[in-house]
C-alpha cells in the first residue's frame, strides 16, 4: 500500500494544474520573440506624463478614468514621492478611539485614522480602544532610538580584515565628522563590527531627528565608505554601503539586541469589570488564550510572540504616510498578558522597531498630512510620540483580537462585518 | 576609568529625554480623569455617517475637506470593507513594466502598477523589469497552495490529548462534509497535529480558489470545532478557532516547510552584456555583493535571505487590493544569485507564502480592481498568475538592488530622485 | 565627548591583546615552513598502533600513562567506533532517580545513569526526579519517529527542475523498493520536495528500526539518488546526497514542523504540598518564573523555549553511547509551566528531535551497555521506551532548576557543590 | 478519495504503537501505587557511596564490574564534578592532526584529541587538518570575549520599569565593585537593559579570565542583585538572577549581534592542487556544493549556516573537559567557501559562543587535563589559543564533509568505516 506515493502524485498534479509535464515545462522556457516595448521610465509627476504612459500601455479607458482622471487635479503633489505616475491609490481610512496615551513624550487622548480594507480590522481596535481608555489609558515609553547602516568591506585574507577593523574601531571621531558633514539631522551614535573570515562588517548607528530616516543614513554612511577608501591603511577588495545586516525592510531577530527605529513598549491594566463590560470574556481567559498562543507563535518559528501587529501598523502607517513596507520589519516583537493578585487583567506590547517619521518621506502628501494634523504629531518634535501612540494602539489591537478568540467570537465578527460588503463574489 | 558607565548614563538620559525620572514616571501612569467620549463604531459607510464622526471630534476643517469632501462621492463604495469611515487616503501609482512572465499560469507582458510614497521605488523595479524582460522574461511558478487555521485544544492531562488526537486524526472525511457545509470555494486538503502536553494543536490545510480567503477558513475551521465539541469522545477544557501556530500575519520559519497562500518560485538567466547595459555592473560583481548580502542577513537572524521583498510585495499588495498587513508574513524567501559557465548571470526568487487573490477582499474596490484589469488579472482562476507575476516583479526587484549596490550607485539614485520633492523639510 | 569612540577603542585593543596591529597580521598569516609530519591515518584499534601514535607524536609520557596504558586493555572493543585511537577518556556518572516514567513505550521506575563532569548536575536532576516520582511519575509519549536525508539536485532552469520533481515525485514506490534493498531495518515512510529555482531539495523521511539510523539513511538515500542519475528524464547538473537541509547536528526551526528522531512529549501534575516540601518553592512562584524565562528565550532568539534540556541530555546521551554530537539539534524544544484550579503544578516538556537509539552506535561498548542494561533499555524494541524516559527526566531538570531560580537557591547550589572540588585553581 | 485521511489515520496508528487507544490512554496516567525508594543525593564521590547506591539499586552485577569496579581506583578524583557517582564512564580518543594554527593567541602544530563513539569522525577532521596544515595552516583569531549573566526584575507597573531601569543604567561603577568583591578573576564590562513592559531584564557582560566562568557569574550577579535590592530606590516585585536571556547552554541569535564566550574566526587559502592531491575534488565543487548546502540551512531555519560543528566541538570539548551540554549553544555560526580568483579555495568559519576555559570545571580531571596537556593548552593564559584551535578544528571539519559531499564520497567514508565494528547488530 502506498498511501503516500499517491500523495506526492497528488502535490506533482497540482503543480501541474491540469497540464501536461512537457507543456508546462515549455511554458517555463525564456521567450525573447516579440519583446514589448518598455518605456523609459520617469520622475516627472503630472498629467500630461501620465497620460502619454496611458497612451503606450493602451486598454480600456474606463480604468484611466478611475485611476487617473478623477485624480488628475491633485497629481503634482506626489513630484518626489512617485516615478512613471500613472494615477491615485484610494483606500478608505476609518477612525478608531480616541486612545488615550500616557506616554513620555505622548500625552492625551488621539484620535487615530488607519487605512485599511480589512473588514472588522478598524472595528477590533476601535474596540480596544475604548476599553483600554476606559481603563486609563495605555502608558507607553520609547526605550530606544536608532537607525543603522551596515557597510560591509571584503579582503583577501582575515590577516587584512584583522588590521582593517582595529583602524576603523579608532576612527569614531573621524567618522561622526564626515557624517557632520552630510546632515544636520542625523548623528552617528555607535559603530560596531562583525569580522566573518576576511569580510568585515561595520553597524553604524543613527539618530534621524523627527524623520524615519533611511535615506539620511544611506548618504552619510556613503561619506564614510568614501572617507575609509581614501584613508584606510588596509583597502578592501571590494565594499558596499550596506550588507543587509541592518534589518533594513525585514524581520530579524537581531532587533530585539539592538533597535530599528524606535524601541517601545506599552502597558496597561484592566479591571475585570472592564473586561467583562467591553470585551465580553475574563482575564482569566484571555490571559488562557495568550499562552496557548504564546506557544502557538514560538512553535510556527515566529520573531517574537504576538498576535496581529501588522494589521495595526499597515493601517496606521498607510493612513500617516510611513513607509508600509516596514511593516515587514516592524512587526514583531512580544505581547504579554497575565491576571494580577487582585484579579485584573495586565497587558503589554514591546516593539524593537517602530519605523515613524513625521517629517519627510510622504507624511507632507494631502491626506497623510491630514490624518498627523488630526492626531496633533504632524512635524518637527512629534515622532517619539507617534511611536508611543503605535504601541498603544497595537496593545489595544491585540486586547481586542484576544478577547475575541479567548470568547469564541472570533469568527462572528468576521462574518458580521464582512458580509455587508457589495463588491464580494 | 569606566567608560560603560558613562555610556549606560547616556542610555538613560536617552529615554528620560530632559525629563526627571520623577517627571517621567508620574506621566507613565494611567489617567481615569476627564475621560473622552468613545462612539460606539459603525459599519455603515457613507457621508452623513463620516460628517457625525467629524463632527464629535471637531478639528481644523480643511482637514476633513481633504480627506472626507474630496472623495465622498464614492465612499459609499467601501461599504463592507471598512468601519468608522472619515474619508479617503491617497497615495500615487507608478507603472513598471510591462514585465515578461513565462509562468504556469502567467503567461505574457504585464504592466505593473505599483502604489507608494516612497521615491525610487518604482523606478527600482521598473529597471529590473526593464532588464529581466529583454533577456526573455521570468520563469515563474506556483510550487504549492495553501492556506491554513490551526486551532487549538487544551485538556487536563497529556492522556486526554492522546485520546483526544487519535480521534482527531481519523475524522477527516468528515471534517471535510463539515467544511464544504460552510464554502463552495474553500476545501480542507490537509489536517496536521502538534502535541505539547496536555495541549493540541490541529492545522487544517484548505485551498480557497481565487480568493486570498482568510475569512473563508476561519469560518469552516469554526464549523470544525463545533462539531468537534460535539462529538469528541473526550471534551477539552477549553478550545480556540485559532492558536498563533498558523503563521497568520507574522514572518515565520514553519512556511518553508509548508506554505501560507501560494508557493512561488522565479528565475532568469540574464546574458552579460545586458547586465552590463542596462544595470551597468558584471554578473561577478553582483554575485559576489549578493553572497556578502546573504551571509549579511544570516548574521542578523532574517528568516531566509533576501534583500528588499517587501518593497515590491507592499506596493503591488496596495494597488491591486489585497491585504497589506500580509506583508508581514509574504515578505520572506530566498534570493539567489550565480555567475553561470557561460559568464551570464542566473538569478532566482523563492518565496513561501505569497498571499493574493483576484476575487473578494479589497479586490473589487474602483481604483484596486481598475490595476487587476489592466494587467488582465481580475476575477476568478487569475490568482495563481497574480502570485507567478508577483514572484517575477521581487526578482526585477532583486536584480535593481543588488545591481544598485555592487555597482556602488545605491546611494545616488536615492539622492537624485527624492530631491525632486516639495514637501520635504 | 566621545565615549563611544573611547569604547570602540576599548574594543579593538581586546582584540589585539596587548600586541601592535603589525605584528597582530603578522601572526595571522599562512605559514608553510617546517610543515609537520601528518600521520596517515587508521582505522585499526589496539594498543600497538596507539603507542605508535604516541611515539611519533612525543611528549611527556605521564600522559601517555593516562590515557593509554591505563584502559589498555579494553582498547580493541572501540574497533570501529574510532580512529587514530591513542587511548581512552574517563568522566564519572551519576545516578538520578529512579524516575517513575508512564509512556506509551516506558513503563516503570528508572533508574538514570548521568556522565558529566559539571557540579550539581546530577543532583539538580535527581531533585527532579525525586519530585516528579513522587507525585506519580511522567506521563511521556513518542509523537511521531521519522530520520530525514535531504539530497538536492541542481539543474540549468526551473523549468527542469520542473520536470524533475514532477517525476521523482511520481516515484515514491520505487524509491521504497531501493530502500529496502540496502536495509532490512529502515523505511522510506515519506518524500517531500522544496523547489528553489533551478534547484530540487528532496527530503526522505525513513524510520530505522531501534537504531538512531543516520547511517543507515545516508546509504539507503545514496541507492536512491543512483537511481534517479540512471532513470530520471532530466538529469541534474550536480546532485549530493544530502544537502543540509535535514536538519543534522544542528537545531532548526524545520523540526517543529516535522521530526528529527523521536518528537516526544512528557508532563505532570504536582501537588502543592509536594512542591512545597521538595522543591521549597510554590506552583505560582514557578509558574511566574516559567513565563519570565519563556520571554527571556523569545527575546534572545531561541528555537523554542526552554531552560537547560541540553544539559540532562547530553549526560544521558554520554552515558547511554548516543552520538552527544547531536545535543546540537535536540536541545530544543517547549517547556510550559502552568498552574491548576486547584493550585497545583502542571509542567511539561515537548522535545521535536530525540536522536536515540538502543542498537548501534556507541550502544554496545562496554560502559555505554551497562548503563543501558541498568535502565532495562539495551536492545531491539527499546528506543522508544528510551525517548520517553529521556523526555521525563527532562521534565525532572526542568522543574529543579526553576524552583531553584524562582526560590532564589540557584547560585548556592553551585557553590555549595563545586566547592568540594579539589582540581580547581 | 481521501488519501489524507487514510494518512493521518496512519499517524495515529503510529503513535498506538499496536495499543488500544484506551489502553494508551490508561499508560499514560500518573500512577502513586508502590512508589520507589529513592536514595538521598550525595556529593561525596567515593567506592564506598558508590557501592552503596549499586546495593540499592540491586541489578546484574556484571555491570557494577564494568562501571565501578575498573576504575574504582580514581573514582575519588571526580569529588566536585559530580553526585551520586556510581562509576566512571569510558570512550576512545582519536588523534587528529597536528594542524597548524596562525592565531593571535594559539601558534604552532597542535595534536588534537577528539573523545567520540562515531565511525568516521575522527578520520574527516584528521583529513581536513591535513590538507589545513599543509596549505600552511588556519589563521584564527578570537574577536571578542564575554560571558552573560541577565537577572530579571518584575515590577507592578511600566512606570516603576522605568523609574528601576533609569536607576540601575547609573550604577555601573557600584555593579563592579560588587563583583570585584566576589571574584579576582571576573571582571563586569557591560550592561545592556531590556524593558518588556513592566519587566526589566538587565545583561551583565564579565570576562572570566581562562576559565569558562559560568558558576563565576552566577555568583557575581547575585552579589549585584543583593545589592539592588538593599539599594533600589523602588523594589522589585519578583527577581532572578538569571532570566533565560542569556543564551546558556542553548543555540541564539542573540550570539551573533553579542558573543557567548569567545567569538572566534578562521580562515585559510588551499591551492587548487591541495585540494585536488588531498580532498579529491576541485574549489568549484567545493563552493558550489556550499553554497547549496547553505540555503539548505536557511530554509531549514537554523541560526547560522554551518555543516556539522557539532561534531568537532563536542569530540574536543568531551576530551578537554569543557562543559559539553555547551555543544548547544557553541555549534552555530558561518561556514563560507568561495573561489579566489586565481582558482584556489577560500574558506572560513566564524563562531560567535566558543564556550572554553584552560582552568577549572573538568579541565582538571586526569585525562582531560592529560589531552590540555598534549596539546600545552593546560592553564592559565591558554583559553583563547584553545579557542583558537577549536576554530580552525572546524574548519578542518568543514573542508573534509564538504569535500566529501561534493565529490559524492560521504556515504562512503561511513560505509567503511563503521563495517569494522563488531558490536554492531
Excluded at 160 to 179: G, S
Excluded at 183 to 188: A, Q
Excluded at 206 to 223: F, H, K, P, R, W
Aim: include cysteine; proline fraction near 4%.
Amino acid at each position: 500500500m502506498t498511501g503516500k506515493g499517491g500523495l506526492t502524485q497528488q502535490h506533482a498534479d497540482r503543480i501541474l494544474a491540469g497540464r501536461t509535464v512537457e507543456d508546462a515545462a515549455a511554458r517555463l522556457e525564456p521567450d525573447c520573440a516579440d519583446l514589448p516595448e518598455i518605456p523609459i521610465g520617469s520622475a516627472k509627476v503630472n498629467r500630461e506624463r501620465a497620460s502619454r504612459i496611458w497612451d503606450q500601455m493602451g486598454g480600456d479607458p474606463q480604468w484611466r478614468e478611475i485611476l487617473l482622471d478623477r485624480s488628475a487635479d491633485e497629481l503634482e503633489c506626489y513630484q518626489g514621492n512617485i516615478e512613471n505616475a500613472i494615477g491615485v491609490m484610494r483606500m478608505p481610512i476609518g477612525l478608531a478611539g480616541p486612545l488615550r496615551v500616557n506616554g513620555l513624550s505622548a500625552k492625551g487622548d488621539y484620535p487615530i485614522p488607519l487605512a485599511t480594507t480589512e473588514a472588522a480590522l478598524v472595528a477590533s481596535y476601535h474596540r480596544g480602544c475604548r476599553v483600554l481608555t476606559m481603563a486609563g489609558g495605555a502608558s507607553a515609553m520609547v526605550l530606544y532610538e536608532s537607525i543603522a547602516r551596515a557597510p560591509a568591506f571584503a579582503f583577501e585574507t582575515a590577516s587584512d580584515a584583522c588590521r582593517f577593523v582595529v583602524w576603523a574601531l579608532a576612527q569614531f571621531d573621524v567618522f561622526r565628522e564626515k557624517v557632520a558633514a552630510t546632515t544636520s539631522h542625523g548623528k552617528l551614535i555607535d559603530v560596531g563590527s562583525t569580522v566573518e573570515g576576511n569580510h568585515v562588517y561595520l553597524n553604524f548607528e543613527y539618530t534621524t531627528g523627527d524623520a524615519s530616516g533611511q535615506n539620511m543614513v544611506t548618504l552619510a554612511t556613503q561619506a564614510v565608505c568614501d572617507y575609509i577608501l581614501e584613508a584606510s591603511p588596509v583597502l578592501p577588495v571590494r565594499h558596499y554601503v550596506e550588507s543587509n545586516l541592518s534589518g533594513d525592510k525585514k524581520a530579524s531577530a537581531r532587533a530585539f539586541s539592538t533597535a530599528r527605529g524606535k524601541k517601545v513598549t506599552a502597558d496597561a491594566r484592566l479591571p475585570a469589570e472592564l473586561v467583562e463590560k467591553y470585551l465580553h470574556t475574563t482575564p482569566q481567559a484571555m490571559r488562557d488564550y495568550w499562552q496557548m498562543s504564546a506557544i502557538g507563535g514560538v512553535l510556527s518559528g515566529t520573531i517574537g510572540i504576538q498576535g496581529h501587529f501588522a494589521n495595526g501598523l499597515a493601517a496606521l502607517y498607510l493612513a500617516t504616510g510611513q513607509d508600509v513596507a516596514c511593516v515587514a520589519e516592524s512587526a514583531t516583537g512580544v505581547t504579554r498578558f497575565e491576571v494580577t493578585e487582585e484579579g485584573d487583567l495586565y497587558a503589554s506590547v514591546t516593539l524593537p522597531g517602530i519605523m515613524v517619521g513625521t517629517v519627510g518621506g510622504g507624511t507632507g502628501l494631502p491626506t497623510q498630512k491630514a490624518c498627523l494634523e488630526l492626531m496633533g504629531l504632524y512635524g518637527d518634535g512629534k515622532s517619539r510620540a507617534l511611536a508611543e501612540v503605535c504601541a498603544g494602539l497595537l496593545l489595544a489591537g491585540e486586547l481586542s483580537i484576544i478577547a475575541a478568540l479567548s470568547a469564541g467570537h472570533f469568527s462572528r465578527a468576521h462574518r458580521k462585518l464582512a458580509r455587508t460588503r457589495k463588491t464580494d463574489p
